[in-house]
């Protein structure tokens, strides 16, 4: 696969650590960088993220989360004042040390000095201690990373129409392979001269402007027709791990569409830390373990098909590329890649979700 529609522009930025007045209202900032994406004309191209919005908050846990069922109480070391649920729903928390670093959760609520968050599940929120740091930062969403003026999605003047351009959302939480598009949404721009653009979702016509793009997932921009247009991403540089849940269901395969949030290409051999649950292949023959599915964006075309299938073999823990059985371990990975991992079937009744973990390698 050919990164030859991205450039990359990574410039140094303020200090790694912010000076702060008050916790409640002061960003966190990394390197910034950008990131040029040309969305062909006539065809689909995926699209992830590279870049998070700059952190609104970061500090330590004064003591293990508390609570119980759907969530999980954050105490904080310090005085933190935060407004009363300034970080409710649109944002979430990423630790970026201990036990669960690059794994994030939303904000479910705040008070002026604890957050609480959804925890999806994931019981193991627990087990963080006293002194893992996080930051607090904003999801991207429809509305903020393609706001009122851009270019780069063909608008529409109304959501009833037939649009130029759509932006498909997988279905990250559908059961099988081979998923159809989880939403369709379109940009609407009925009068451009009295500002009232805003998003839809083509599933019940709703407002989308607050549709939220997870920060290890991808989209689809679709095209009908010429001309191509460029999408820039631009913001924060991450440097804490990107951690991912992957499910295994019971009773058959598993599609999970992942999202490489690094501005950086990565060989196949360095994409996942030591450890990572991807379940070996007898050998670099046989294909029967975990899959990983990428997608090519200099072809041309709708729904199109992958076009790289890996595997791993046990027989010497290495890369294989399905299609001719060669090793692939130095195979580079674009920056901003669709990624699909297909998991095995589990055993485990109701399935499984283990944890993938990217480190940067910049």
């Known amino acids: 696969m050919k990164q030859t529609l991205k450039t990359l522009c990574l410039t140094a930025a303020l200090s790694l ?11 966190y900032t990394d390197p910034v960088g ?21 952190a609104d908050f970061q ?38 040390s201990g036990v669960l670093a690059g794994r994030y959760y939303t904000v479910a609520s705040n008070t002026a000095t604890q957050i609480t968050i959804n925890i999806d599940g994931d019981t193991t929120v627990s087990s963080a201690g006293s002194t893992d740091s996080f930051k607090v930062v904003k999801y991207w969403t429809l509305g903020s990373l393609f706001p009122e003026g851009q270019t780069a999605i063909k608008t529409t003047d109304s959501e009833f129409n037939a649009a130029p351009t759509e932006v498909q959302i997988p279905s990250f939480s559908g059961n099988g392979i081979n ?12 009068t451009p001269a009295l500002g009232d653009y805003y998003w839809s979702d083509l599933s019940d016509f709703s ?50 569409f992942i999202g490489l949030a690094r501005p950086k290409d990565v060989n196949l051999s360095a994409l996942f830390t030591a450890g990572s649950p991807f379940v070996e292949s007898s050998d670099e023959f046989a294909g029967d373990g975990d899959l990983l599915f990428l997608y090519d964006n200099s072809i041309v075309g709708f729904n199109k098909s992958v076009s790289k299938i890996f595997a791993k073999s046990a027989a010497d823990h290495s890369w294989y590329d399905q299609s001719d059985f060669s090793n692939a371990d130095t195979f580079s990975v674009p920056a901003s890649s669709a990624i699909i991992i297909r998991k095995l079937a589990t055993a485990t009744p109701g399935g499984q979700t283990t944890f993938f973990t990217n480190d940067k390698n910049y």
Not at 17 to 27: D, G, I, P
Not at 179 to 190: F, K
């Open 59 to 96: 500090g330590t846990l004064s003591g293990a989360p508390t609570g119980a069922g759907l969530t999980r109480t954050l105490s904080i070391t310090g005085t933190p004042s935060f407004g009363v649920n300034s970080f409710q729903n649109l944002w979430y928390v990423q630790f970026t």
């Open 17 to 27: 650590a912010a000076s702060f007045a008050n916790a409640a209202t002061t960003a």
């Open 207 to 256: 407002i989308a402007d607050d549709f939220i793009l997870p920060p290890d997932g991808y989209f689809v921009v679709r095209h009908y027709s010429a001309p191509s247009t460029t999408f820039v991403s631009s913001g924060s540089v991450s440097f804490s791990s990107q951690t991912t849940g992957v499910f295994a269901r019971n009773g058959g395969q598993q599609d999970n």
């Open 34 to 54: 950008a990131l040029s994406v040309t969305l062909r004309g006539g065809s689909d191209t995926y699209v992830a993220v590279p870049f998070a919005k700059a």
């Open 179 to 190: 998923l159809s598009s989880g939403r369709i949404l379109v940009a609407v721009d009925p």
